[in-house]
């Protein structure tokens, strides 16, 4: 092994974007076997292998005790797209957690004992922060709440998601009973959404937004008059054009990076690629549509995500251009393990490197984030040694490079300390 390779297998990794389940549900209600090989990623590569939706969702139902039918369901997909980023993680799952070179029915029957064994209290902390070597994980899970997580109040980190707002769907009633604000109108919005953040945004990481499934990435400044007819249909219960949501959605979408800007809170972005299947149209996903809102907002920090993938180089760009965004390559080294590694060497030698954070498994399941976060790993170590294979870096450079990317910028970027510091006071 190489002092690189070393160095990268050795440095705790901050993982700055995940969607992991919670304790109780981990331990209660979590995966057996084949949900724990294949609940990920790997669905969407199944189905366009060629596997059925009714096939993939009953191998991840870990309530049916028919362990054969449910593996027979998939097993023809999987031996085509056992070799994607997707399969190589699960691969590394059947490796490294149930000694499985091969996918094999007996094996899975086998490996029962050892997923019980996973699946008791403090085993989720366990194997992120020791078989993954994790600094810590920033949790989006989809909700507003960012409360001290009992299980790892310093490990388990959380998002403020402002999603709904985005795409101007968020809950009147909810966001009411929440913040005590009774919704009328533009003004009692404003209200409600600034109380939302005096509760949640000290014990927040960042503000995070994956609006770009249900609509254009695209932002346009809208005026108070423009929003406010729209709004009034909304608090009615009317259900809104797709004019009016962009409209609303705009207009709380502004608010919400003001509100980050207050807060000191980055701004995270879904930009790219979507999960599953057969509904992305990849025009809407480009993360160049941010670029009105980039120039409209220069104090807050964006965090694009995904290294918008497909359109790798104009996500380089705006990052090169713009001063106020970072690049995540959270999910990127499952997507297309190359482009990621790519994505890299061309970043470095284009955008300043304090620009970029290396890792994020952006997944709901322990072992799948150990997994994704080891190609992480694997990936970067081979575009930095490319880059001292071709005389463009000296190891010593390429060490402190891949420290920076795994850690240092992600330091700079994030209020480690001060988030970590009001958690232990809500708790």
Known sequence: ??????????????????????????????????????????????????????AVEALVDSNNPDIKARWEGVKAAWEVCQWTGYGEAVRLIAQDVYSLDEITLAGVEAGAKINRQRRQPGERLRILKEEGNLDHVQIDDF???????????????????????????????????????????????REAMAALFAKYGPNAIAVKAQHAYERTLRWQERSDAEVAPVLARHLRGAILTEAESLCLGDWCWARGVELAIEYNLPFKIHTGYYAGNNRMPVERIKPGHLCGLLAQYLDARFVLMHIGYPYEAELAA????????????????????????????????????????VFGGDIGWPSASVAYSKQARQGLTRALQAEIDANLLTEAQAIRLATRLMRDNQQACFDLEGTRQALHGAS
């Open 1 to 54: 092994m190489t002092n690189l390779a070393q160095h990268i297998q050795e440095t705790p990794l901050i993982d700055t974007h995940e969607h992991l389940r919670s304790e109780q549900e981990y331990v209660e209600h979590g995966p057996d076997v084949l949900a724990d090989l294949f609940g990920n990623y790997i669905s969407g590569d199944l189905i366009t292998a060629g596997a059925t939706q009714q």
């Open 143 to 189: 909700v507003w709440a960012c409360l001290p997580d009992a299980s790892g109040v310093d490990f388990f980190l959380y998002d403020l998601s402002w999603v709904h707002f985005c795409g101007g769907r968020f809950d009147p009633a909810a966001l009411s009973a929440e913040t005590g604000v009774e919704l009328r109108n533009l003004d009692t919005l």
């Open 318 to 357: 705006i990052a090169k251009h713009y001063r106020n965004v970072y690049v995540d390559l959270c999910w990127a080294w499952s997507i297309d393990p190359h482009s990621a590694g790519d994505f890299v060497r061309r970043f470095i030698h284009t955008v300043p490197i304090n620009k970029l954070f």
